[in-house]
């Protein structure tokens, strides 16, 4: 180990026990605090966003880009673009030596990209909160420490399997009264060019586990970001071309390809024979072609959407409940493939620590609680943030036809430069399914009447399965209730959570601990986070030869 | 632990560790020896299979079956066939309590299955021997201990996969001066039911990696045969349905769906809603449907066509060079997805130790060595065995007018009753790709005169990659060529050998060493042997709860 490899190896050594135990374990540090990141850290960030506005990002002959920041301004940034072509030659030229390097050479490469990310948190939450909306303290957070201990996570399993290659075996055969023996080396080779399709709402966080693993595992990866969100990736693809380049590698194992909403450019990289990896977040219809035109014979792993159920049986903290899911259900205004749509209750009730609770009443102090988390117009903000796509907010005035509105949609006082939307809350009965059946992406959520909790378990798993679902959450004080609970969204693939009533959000998937997607429902192919999301992208190669006897 | 599984924990174990380091292992003797399996084994075997033919395998409503061995004899015998509907809701009727056994527990089942596949190995081999045309010993081989061997291997990477999965995990996230804690629960959750696609060469070999990679992983499989070899894997799904009975669950985890090649069932089992894994071995065309219909969600394995290449830069062992290759060759008349149609060959011949060798004398050679291997006949029937396939023969009439024919195909003598054919040997310009650039399966060999060793090299590496391998073969006293070709191969995804010259073969390939199939070319999608063939195969579900402070 030299260089890089040396310096993180204790990081690394962590990362993979975490990975193994579930434990806790953040290499990153969530606080956006100065004591942490340095006292100027947040004023030098907020300038160095300033002098990215308005101009190129880097020099070249084609320049595109027109993200506008939901928070209000345009940001005026374009970056040099390159066919097709151009792209997959110069990864194919960069991506010999980087698939020979030792693997921990490049775990080195990938902790130092990550680390230098992360030194730059502040910078990357400027751009992740102005391409996505998100509000700054998530933006600095789910952008940066989270994003980068999912790529450490991601780093952490490539090695993992690597380590289990043996990199010679004696292979010595009994043959009657003689033996044989050959003598057998073996190494992993990189499947492919790896393509990374990102997302607009979560650019890093989603982006990071498929680049860190392609990278890892020995793979040129070309970054294709959503035009919408392209600075947090440009960020992030220029830090690790610079750390390539002063480890010896061409920079051209990571590359930029941004493109724009009308010239798309996503379906030509992914159909490239050169390209041997795709990974995907974004939404079905693009999901669905992906997985018809390159599922079969490369490594294609997707995230597309998913509507996440909520069943509520009974609780012991009827306050706790509602103030946990009205801040689940606010948070980023429902833009988190983790965010809770539907809500799915007893027509006759619950029982709770208040004495049994009607329907009606569930509804009214869930409604009650969402008003009180939103009452402060600058703490509303600071938890809703903005609306990532103009569309979402068609989509809230669609949804308000769907049912009884218990509880409407409007902007955030105060906020009139940015598109803000709060939670709209619509009551329907389980059979309208035309309503609740589909994802409605954005701050929309559904009271659900239902027969009974059973039949609410029912819908909600059965909806998992048909339609996707990431989470799930359950509130019960009945243990048999959350065994079946437990045993229908396991088959339904939806990460459940129970009684959720403090500081700890359904939304919330913590790297090296909680697996985030599990490729058996249609909210996506793959895990981000297990063996079978790093183990294609490599093939183990062998070679044998008699050793004389 | 209880019962199969305490029986068999050290086989398990053994084989678990042999699959990290790769070394020789056997469970299951290979020599067809009356000391091992008894001495009235062989004799037992014969009746029993005598006693199957011209009649029902089982009782049933629809009886189906049309198998005629290669070797002569029309078998008679018919298999109980059942929609896909009912073959299905079997299976999932069958298949919770199964996902729900713990995973030493159906180790134990899958371990106890090869266990008595392995004391009903000379029965396996009449069934392989007289569906795939393969001769006796081979049909032993192949059919039983080799292809047991291959379905404990699939175990033994499966519980490797299932122990990394904690069950449980406690997660203590600071907070401020508090500490939030959750208790996290997690368990692999099977990915839906397997269906594993028969082949008509090697049914067992091919055909247990997937069913017992799914059944250790917790899936119900659906086993479907090649309409020309029902009965290996009809006796193989018998002793599965007695063992898994035995052990106290429904034998319809595993099911027999046989069906005739004029009403194929595949496409409706592979895209049936409730089938999760495809397990596929034949030809690229039904590969390339199932990779565009089913590739894109389910989780695919296949092995298709490949062209196997040999390279002729330099030996110092000519003599051995041409036994060992004419030995591959003639092994099962060409039918093994491993063994070589292409030999590059310089057009300025070879240095040897018998010094230098022109290309003509190098063919001479090689055809003197096929000669002289199967100069007697019983011999020859014996290395030769039967053409699984009449087309075959029509392939061999096709092939002689590709090029020079230096060794002309013939059938054994002696061998009136079964379709055999010795191998074609045809001679061609490197620039004659559309001679040798397809599979053309059978004892079909060209002989490629290329300009030097390292454009054969660069042809054969090329072809690996453009139209699939399994295996290459390599001759060179250069290390520096050795070294090269090593890098060629490993890229181009094809398992190497080098220097064969005695009793090892380029188309053999030993459980729990040899990685088999890549991935990485259009020979298949997967490694039969690697993590990536099982880590997809389940999900990890997971709950979590807060503990209270």
Same mark, same amino acid.
């Given at each position: 180990?030299?260089?890089?490899?040396?310096?993180?190896?204790?990081?690394?050594?962590?990362?993979?026990?975490?990975?193994?135990?579930?434990?806790?374990?953040?290499?990153?540090?969530?606080?956006?605090?100065?004591?942490?990141?340095?006292?100027?850290?947040?004023?030098?960030?907020?300038?160095?966003?300033?002098?990215?506005?308005?101009?190129?990002?880097?020099?070249?002959?084609?320049?595109?880009?027109?993200?506008?920041?939901?928070?209000?301004?345009?940001?005026?940034?374009?970056?040099?673009?390159?066919?097709?072509?151009?792209?997959?030659?110069?990864?194919?030229?960069?991506?010999?030596?980087?698939?020979?390097?030792?693997?921990?050479?490049?775990?080195?490469?990938?902790?130092?990209?990550?680390?230098?990310?992360?030194?730059?948190?502040?910078?990357?939450?400027?751009?992740?909160?102005?391409?996505?909306?998100?509000?700054?303290?998530?933006?600095?957070?789910?952008?940066?420490?989270?994003?980068?201990?999912?790529?450490?996570?991601?780093?952490?399993?490539?090695?993992?399997?690597?380590?289990?290659?043996?990199?010679?075996?004696?292979?010595?055969?009994?043959?009657?009264?003689?033996?044989?023996?050959?003598?057998?080396?073996?190494?992993?080779?990189?499947?492919?060019?790896?393509?990374?399709?990102?997302?607009?709402?979560?650019?890093?966080?989603?982006?990071?586990?498929?680049?860190?693993?392609?990278?890892?595992?020995?793979?040129?990866?070309?970054?294709?970001?959503?035009?919408?969100?392209?600075?947090?990736?440009?960020?992030?693809?220029?830090?690790?071309?610079?750390?390539?380049?002063?480890?010896?590698?061409?920079?051209?194992?990571?590359?930029?390809?941004?493109?724009?909403?009308?010239?798309?450019?996503?379906?030509?990289?992914?159909?490239?024979?050169?390209?041997?990896?795709?990974?995907?977040?974004?939404?079905?219809?693009?999901?669905?072609?992906?997985?018809?035109?390159?599922?079969?014979?490369?490594?294609?792993?997707?995230?597309?959407?998913?509507?996440?159920?909520?069943?509520?049986?009974?609780?012991?903290?009827?306050?706790?409940?509602?103030?946990?899911?009205?801040?689940?259900?606010?948070?980023?205004?429902?833009?988190?493939?983790?965010?809770?749509?539907?809500?799915?209750?007893?027509?006759?009730?619950?029982?709770?620590?208040?004495?049994?609770?009607?329907?009606?009443?569930?509804?009214? %102090?869930?409604?009650? !609680?969402?008003? =009180? #988390?939103?009452?402060?117009? *600058?703490? /509303?903000? +600071?938890?809703?943030? @903005?609306?990532?796509?103009?569309?979402?907010?068609?989509?809230?005035?669609?949804?308000?036809?769907?049912?009884?509105?218990?509880?409407?949609?409007?902007?955030?006082?105060?906020?009139?430069?940015?598109?803000?939307?709060?939670?709209?809350?619509?009551?329907?009965?389980?059979?309208?399914?035309?309503?609740?059946?589909?994802?409605?992406?954005?701050?929309?959520?559904?009271?659900?009447?239902? %027969?009974?909790?059973? !039949?609410?378990? =029912? #819908?909600?798993?059965?909806? *998992?399965? /048909?339609? +996707?679902?990431?989470? @799930?959450?359950?509130?019960?004080?009945?243990?048999?209730?959350?065994?079946?609970?437990?045993?229908?969204?396991?088959?339904?693939?939806?990460?459940?959570?129970?009684?959720?009533?403090?500081?700890?959000?359904?939304?919330?998937?913590?790297?090296?601990?909680?697996?985030?997607?599990?490729?058996?429902?249609?909210?996506?192919?793959?895990?981000?986070?297990?063996?079978?999301?790093?183990?294609?992208?490599?093939?183990? !190669?062998?070679?044998?030869?008699?050793?004389?006897?």
């Amino acid at each position: 180990m030299t260089g890089f490899s040396t310096t993180h190896a204790e990081t690394l050594r962590r990362a993979m026990a975490a990975a193994r135990s579930r434990g806790h374990f953040s290499a990153y540090p969530e606080a956006p605090s100065g004591k942490i990141y340095g006292e100027t850290a947040k004023a030098e960030a907020e300038a160095a966003f300033a002098a990215l506005l308005g101009k190129p990002f880097e020099a070249g002959d084609t320049l595109l880009g027109d993200e506008h920041s939901p928070w209000g301004p345009r940001l005026g940034i374009t970056y040099p673009a390159h066919g097709v072509e151009t792209l997959v030659a110069r990864a194919a030229a960069a991506a010999p030596a980087w698939a020979d390097a030792p693997g921990d050479t490049r775990a080195g490469v990938c902790l130092e990209i990550l680390h230098r990310l992360n030194r730059a948190s502040f910078l990357m939450a400027n751009a992740v909160m102005h391409t996505t909306g998100q509000a700054f303290v998530m933006a600095f957070q789910a952008g940066g420490p989270h994003a980068q201990d999912r790529g450490l996570e991601a780093v952490a399993y490539a090695m993992d399997e690597l380590s289990r290659i043996p990199g010679e075996a004696s292979w010595t055969k009994p043959m009657g009264k003689e033996a044989v023996t050959l003598r057998k080396s073996f190494r992993a080779v990189p499947r492919g060019i790896g393509l990374v399709i990102g997302c607009a709402t979560f650019p890093t966080w989603n982006g990071y586990p498929g680049l860190f693993a392609s990278l890892a595992t020995g793979n040129a990866v070309i970054v294709k970001p959503h035009p919408a969100a392209i600075l947090p990736l440009a960020l992030t693809v220029r830090t690790a071309r610079e750390v390539l380049a002063e480890a010896g590698f061409s920079p051209d194992v990571v590359q930029l390809a941004p493109d724009m909403a009308e010239a798309p450019i996503a379906g030509a990289l992914a159909t490239h024979p050169a390209i041997g990896i795709v990974d995907f977040t974004g939404g079905p219809a693009f999901g669905a072609w992906l997985r018809a035109h390159v599922g079969g014979r490369k490594a294609l792993h997707t995230e597309e959407a998913g509507v996440n159920p909520v069943v509520l049986h009974s609780t012991a903290d009827l306050a706790g409940l509602c103030r946990n899911l009205a801040f689940s259900l606010c948070l980023y205004a429902g833009q988190m493939c983790t965010a809770p749509q539907n809500i799915f209750v007893p027509a006759g009730g619950i029982a709770t620590d208040r004495g049994h609770m009607s329907f009606e009443q569930v509804g009214a %102090a869930l409604v009650a !609680a969402i008003d =009180a #988390l939103l009452s402060d117009p *600058a703490r /509303a903000a +600071g938890v809703l943030g @903005a609306i990532q796509n103009p569309a979402t907010l068609d989509r809230i005035a669609a949804a308000r036809g769907l049912g009884r509105v218990l509880r409407d949609s409007a902007p955030v006082p105060g906020q009139d430069a940015a598109r803000t939307a709060t939670p709209l809350l619509v009551e329907v009965d389980a059979g309208d399914r035309a309503a609740w059946g589909e994802e409605r992406f954005g701050p929309i959520a559904f009271l659900i009447r239902c %027969a009974d909790a059973d !039949a609410a378990l =029912a #819908l909600a798993a059965g909806s *998992a399965s /048909a339609r +996707g679902a990431i989470t @799930a959450l359950v509130h019960s004080t009945d243990e048999a209730f959350l065994a079946r609970a437990e045993d229908a969204f396991a088959r339904a693939g939806a990460a459940l959570s129970e009684n959720l009533t403090g500081g700890v959000f359904v939304n919330q998937s913590a790297a090296f601990s909680d697996y985030h997607v599990s490729g058996a429902n249609p909210a996506g192919t793959s895990c981000l986070t297990d063996a079978a999301y790093v183990a294609n992208r490599f093939h183990i !190669a062998m070679a044998r030869r008699p050793v004389a006897a």
